[in-house]
């Protein structure tokens, strides 16, 4: 059987980079073929080459066997190839039936048949297998996997044939995500050809019969979706990297001895319930949930900014109750999501830096000194420990609020937030800092509500939401996709 | 480009910092000009002794107003502390308990007010506010509204003695100074009165003990204040249950002037001594040109008044 559409060693350039690097594909009629890969793996611009958005290419593409250049996506439209962007481009004021009829209302003269047209649209969506819906209302009164529904209709009546599917489900609840999977289905069993694009990998092997991995602009497999699972297709994804293994024997040889930091069932009302945690030195464990799922809390907590209402938390064994002065005290290093909070913008930077260490290093010769070398270790620009704070950028005044705890090297780290604000220079220099002093023992738990930045450091990644650890990962077998999916996922079954 | 922006800002910074200095100096020039008395030995002399129970007592405001703090009660403390230091030597307490016991209960009701502050959370306008009632309504009590010549003989010494020509009274405010100055400057607890005013939470983040810090220099301004009524009452020959109450505007503004941020974190004792210089200076310049008697206050108002638009403008441009 000859693939309905097919793509040879198709290449794309933009000025330097390289997004395509000569692509083989496929898809057959009556196949759902999903793609997937992390962001920047080039599925978006395959994406745009497929619906003849971009028309400037290397390489052959063949329709229903003929070799093709699409100019425009008007041209892709009349040759039965259609796009569902992720963002829809339908009209809620107008009926559902209109929405699937724009611009091709059936007239009886030159007035439109209104008749004609909602029966059409009431057959159109029976068969999509949506009967209910009434194709009088405007759009607009129905949610968002009916504004979907439409824009695939639209697709459908429009005579296409091979269908591309952008992110289709990120903005539907599960329930709709349940009935737009069924509805790919069933296009495909009526002889559409579907290109199906998503980050969400349990979607991807339910509802795809092949699925193709994108990495670093290049085809890494295309897999039956019978014969493989989500691990194997995350590991695809990222690839492997040689650094991600040495650390994750530092780190399994770590876990072989005592946890630094114990927490165990620790709940602060409205913030965290029924925490259990532990930190092993020299692990950087990351904690990803979304603003307002505690995991900030739950740091602030730990240095003794507030008291739990239960639990309990050790520091090598010994249960930790005080104030911030104690867990100074016991080896715990914290560093605020916020940048104003924790530093003195008005104040040197070797002020700044002193101030937890005042009891055996005070005077400012000693303290410049001190200052100095540890501005030093975290590369701030100007390296001058003299100035104020808040003369530097804001980069800088991050590595002077974690320059302060280079000063005694502590047993737990927890950095909330330690990048925020960053430009990715800034972001790989505090990163890499965190990771010498991983290296060097301390146990880091890094807090942040960016899958980027835990993703570029963590050994170990939980994910909380709503206050509690829903989900634990080792790092290199996670994408973003997915820790976006867990923090959020939790919240959606609550809601 | 950026460099060259930041020395400017910069040499702005401190021709601000420095704005009363050259206000002092102002006012010096222009007394010395239209006045022929200014300018005399003797008159600087009448200078620094009417403003050296300001500068005892300015000493404590200082280090709570670096906190970003307040005492309204210091001038009512001074008061009760120089009623209590009478009363005590009255009852035949043997010297020096009386002077003793005087600044322990100032120490004691600076605490009180400090702690609600600190730990309850009452803020400091309020708490000092309520415990110059409690201050003035024991120098009430103690004195049933009488005036009280029994003095300690170390307050006589101290309040109105002389050694080698100089007046004790300025030696003990200068040593106040001195001694308020080193802590703040050379201390652990003084860079944690700054850093506590300079950003509360911050402080807190970095393990200093900030609650403490607050509740201390709360201590810290009432017993200034108790040593200023102690010392105050030898100057005035008698200790009455209002001796000192006309103070506490002068002692507040007098740290204010010289530049003390009100929102805490800048300032210290050298400024400290510049305002009082300023007002000195000011309320003496003005008796020289004599000016309407009943015009003193208004342009001593005036003048404050503009020192506090100026401080709060300073803390404004540093914020941006």
């Known amino acids: 059987m000859e693939p309905l559409l097919r793509l040879t060693q198709v290449k794309k350039r933009f000025g330097g980079i390289e997004a395509l690097k000569g692509i083989d594909f496929e898809v057959f009629a009556g196949e759902v073929h999903a793609l997937v890969g992390e962001n920047g793996a080039g599925k978006s611009t395959m994406m745009k080459i497929l619906a003849g958005v971009i028309p400037d290419y290397e390489g052959e593409m063949a329709y229903r066997g003929r070799p093709l250049r699409l100019k425009n996506p008007k041209e892709a439209l009349d040759l039965g190839i259609a796009m569902i962007h992720q963002e829809l481009s339908v009209m809620p004021e107008l009926s559902v039936a209109e929405n699937i009829f724009l611009g091709r209302q059936p007239t009886r003269g030159r007035v439109v048949d209104w008749r004609r047209m909602f029966a059409e649209a009431r057959r159109i969506l029976e068969a999509l297998g949506y009967p209910h819906v009434e194709v009088e209302r405007p759009l607009g009164d129905y949610p968002l996997g009916v504004h979907q529904l439409a824009e695939i209709a639209r697709a459908v009546t429009s005579g296409a044939e091979l269908i591309i599917m952008d992110e289709p489900t990120s903005a539907l609840s599960p329930m709709e995500t349940e009935r737009l999977l069924e509805l790919v289905r069933r296009l495909a069993s009526q002889g559409k050809a579907i290109v199906y694009i998503s980050h969400f990998l349990e979607e991807v092997t339910a509802v795809a019969d092949r699925i193709t991995v994108l990495r670093d602009g290049r085809k890494v497999a295309t897999l039956r979706a019978g014969e493989t699972d989500k691990s194997e297709l995350v590991r ?26 114990e927490l165990s069932a620790l709940t602060r009302p409205r913030a965290f319930e029924g925490i259990d945690l532990a930190l092993y030195p020299g692990e950087i464990v990351g904690l990803y949930g979304l603003i307002g799922s505690g995991h900030f809390e739950l740091a602030e907590t730990v240095f003794g900014l507030a008291r739990p209402a239960a639990g309990q938390i050790r520091v090598a064994g010994k249960p930790l109750r005080g104030g911030p002065r104690q867990a100074i005290r016991e080896g715990i290093a914290y560093v605020p999501p916020s940048r104003r909070t924790g530093l003195f913008l008005e104040k040197p930077v070797y002020q700044n830096v002193s101030l937890p260490w005042l009891d055996r290093l005070f005077g400012p010769a ?130 | 480009m950026a460099e060259k922006r930041s020395r400017t800002s910069r040499l702005a910074e401190r021709a601000r910092e420095l704005a009363p200095v050259w206000t002092l100096l102002a006012l010096i020039v222009f007394f010395g000009v239209y006045s022929e008395s200014f300018f005399t030995l003797e008159n600087f002399g009448n200078i620094l002794n009417q ?11 200082t280090f709570v107003l670096l906190t970003a703090q307040i005492d309204l009660s210091v001038s009512y403390m001074a008061t009760l502390a120089g009623v209590v230091a009478a009363y005590a030597t009255a009852g035949h307490l043997p010297q ?65 003695g002389r050694i080698f020509g100089v ?23 003084g860079r944690y009165v700054y850093m506590t005013g300079a950003n509360p939470k911050a402080a807190e983040l970095a393990g200093v003990n900030t609650r403490r ?8 301004a009432a017993f200034t204040a108790g040593l200023a009524g102690v010392v105050g009452i030898g100057r005035l020959g008698s200790a009455t249950p209002t001796a000192f109450d006309g103070m506490l505007i002068d002692a507040i503004g007098a740290v204010v002037l010289g530049g003390t941020s009100l929102f805490g974190g800048v300032g210290g004792i050298p400024q400290t001594v510049v305002g009082l210089l300023i007002l000195g200076v000011l309320r003496n310049g003005l008796d020289q040109v004599s000016v309407n008697i009943y015009a003193k206050t208004l342009i001593t108002g005036i003048i404050l008044f503009a020192a506090l638009v100026f401080n709060i403008l300073f803390a404004g441009k540093k914020e941006s």
């Open chain 1, 236 to 261: 695809l994804m990222l690839g492997k990297e040689a650094r991600f293994f040495e650390r994750a024997e530092l780190v399994a040889r770590a876990r072989e001895g005592r946890p630094v930091l």
């Open chain 1, 366 to 495: 000693r303290e410049l000194a001190a200052a100095r070398e540890v501005t030093q270790e975290v590369g701030l620009r100007p390296p001058d420990p003299a100035r104020n704070v808040g003369a530097f950028s804001g980069g800088n005044q991050q590595k002077v609020a974690i320059a302060r705890w280079l000063i005694e090297p502590p047993k737990v780290f927890l950095a909330s937030e330690p990048t925020r604000g960053m430009d990715v220079g800034a972001k790989d220099e505090v990163l890499s800092i965190l990771r010498r002093m991983a290296d060097a023992g301390t146990a880091v738990l890094l807090v942040s509500s960016e899958p980027e930045t835990i993703l570029a450091a963590a050994d170990r990644i939980l994910v909380m939401a709503k206050g509690r650890i829903v989900a634990e990962y080792t790092s290199g077998e996670v994408t973003k996709e997915m820790l976006v999916h867990a923090a959020a996922g939790e919240l959606r079954k609550s809601a």
């Open chain 2, 51 to 61: 403003v050296a129970l300001l500068a005892i007592m300015g000493t404590g405001i």
């Open chain 2, 96 to 160: 020096p308990w009386p002077i003793v016991v005087a600044l322990l209960v100032a120490s004691f009701l600076g605490w009180i007010s400090g702690a609600a502050t600190a730990y309850l959370g009452i803020p400091s306008f309020m708490s000092t506010l309520a415990m110059s009632l409690i201050a003035s309504g024991l120098s009430l009590y103690l004195t049933r509204g009488r005036i009280l010549f029994d003095l300690p003989p170390l307050s006589k010494t101290l309040g109105s």
């Open chain 2, 167 to 189: 007046k004790w009274l300025v030696i003990v405010a200068a040593l106040t100074l001195l001694v308020g100055h080193l802590v703040l400057r050379y201390t652990r607890f």
């Open chain 2, 213 to 220: 810090v607050v509740a201390w220099v709360m201590v810290i």
